[in-house]
């Protein structure tokens, strides 16, 4: 009995947390950045924000983009199976999706959003919800591999001392597996080796302000945003970007399997193999990969927080766009398709060539962030 309680809650955890908090308060921050001051106005009306404007949207969408993460909580706890989806053995991309994943859930919720037969309070839950699936399904082990849990079951793959215990007054070693250290691990490892040795440079030596945590989420978007050039951009080139009707089911299925389909890709190209191409969940020593692995796959990380960034404003900015033309009178398709999609590339995924910064646009693509997060920790 007490196995079968162990296994039950190790199948519930295991999806339940995407990118840690930081991670998502980028994806967020940027897609606040590119969304134009109308498409902004509106998100905020539905959410009943006394601030209006883009200089505010992308605090107020980083604010409640970790929320979801929630899952104990009402309204979160109904919809905790949309966090994930799973690939098949072979990281080959399934049939169909079930009708509770990440892939109908950003359909699902892209319709809702959209729906002005909705209240206003129904059409900002929905949106919330995008912001943070839009964010999870690019955090590839959350379209992982169902044997090992999305690499919840490949433990001890990374240590970090970065767990402070007060009573021993010490750091103590923490241990990832596979999925942690796609959640936060790498982000931990931004702060300790990008981010803590460039605030020691630039700390005042009379200071006792701490070195370490000193809003390392908002410098790193900062840095992503001015990364974010037109390779990006053109992405309104592909199918479902610059055709998905979002009022259309097939559309944003499409839509949100394209994506799942790149997730699966680098998870098998990127994730569950070294720099060396070793399976890591065959590597016998500990930790299982090494400083090299983090390295690159930090860089990788920026690409898809700078895509996930750049999809769900342009999602965001269809969903308002519709919303604005359309009459109360009309009617969503919300019945899930069965049709294969025959349209998906078979070569998305990150390239090593995406790996480059590009040349910097002419024109600054970030926009200001206005005043302070209130419910979001800044050290």
């Known amino acids: 009995m007490r196995f ?30 590119f969304l134009p001051d109308r498409h902004a106005r509106y998100i905020q009306d539905l959410f009943g924000y006394t ?38 053995m072979d990281f080959k991309v399934p049939e169909k999706y079930p009708n509770q994943c990440i892939v109908t859930g950003i359909a ?19 949106i919330e919800m995008l912001v943070h699936l839009m964010g999870d399904i690019h955090q590839p082990l959350h379209m992982g591999l169902r044997s090992d849990l999305g690499g919840n079951r490949i433990p001890n793959v990374w240590q970090s001392y ?36 460039m605030n020691k440079e630039n700390q005042d030596p009379n200071s006792k302000t701490p070195v370490v945590k000193i809003a390392g989420w908002r410098i790193l978007s900062e840095s992503l945003g001015k990364r974010i050039t037109e390779y990006f951009k053109a992405e309104a080139e592909y199918p479902y970007m610059n055709r998905l009707n979002v ?19 680098n998870a098998e190209q990127i994730v569950y193999e070294n720099e060396h191409g070793d399976l890591i969940k065959r590597i016998k020593r500990i930790p299982k990969v ?23 404003a342009r999602l965001l900015e269809l969903i308002v766009e519709y919303s604005m033309e359309k ?52 050290d």
């Open 162 to 197: 970065d767990q402070y215990i007060p009573m021993k007054k010490k750091l103590i070693p923490k241990y990832y597996n596979l999925h942690q250290l796609w959640d936060k691990g790498l982000f931990r490892f931004y702060e300790e080796e990008v981010l803590k040795p």
């Open 51 to 88: 601030k209006k404007g883009n200089e505010y949207i992308s605090e107020q969408l980083a604010s409640i983009s970790a929320n979801a993460d929630d899952v104990y909580k009402y309204p979160y706890k109904k919809y905790r199976r949309y966090h994930y989806g799973h690939a098949t």
């Open 247 to 265: 009022a259309k089911e097939e559309d944003r299925l499409k839509f949100a399997e394209w994506i799942a389909t790149e997730s699966i890709r």
């Open 327 to 378: 009459d109360s009178d009309d009617e969503w398709e919300i019945v899930i398709s069965d049709e294969d999609d025959d349209d998906i590339p078979d070569n998305v995924g990150l390239m090593k060539s995406e790996m480059r910064s590009g040349p910097q646009s002419s024109h600054n693509l970030r926009m200001p962030l206005g005043g302070e997060l209130k419910n979001i920790p800044t």
């Open 4 to 33: 079968m309680i162990i296994v039950l809650l190790i199948n519930f955890v295991s999806y339940t947390y995407g990118w840690g908090r930081e991670v998502h308060y980028i994806i967020a921050d940027i897609a606040g950045s």
């Open 108 to 126: 699902l919720f892209s319709a809702m959003a959209g729906d002005i037969v909705k209240t206003n309070e129904e059409r900002a839950f929905a």
């Open 290 to 312: 090494s400083f090299a692995y983090m390295r690159t796959r930090l860089e990788y990380m920026k690409i898809m927080l700078m895509k996930a960034g750049y999809r769900l």
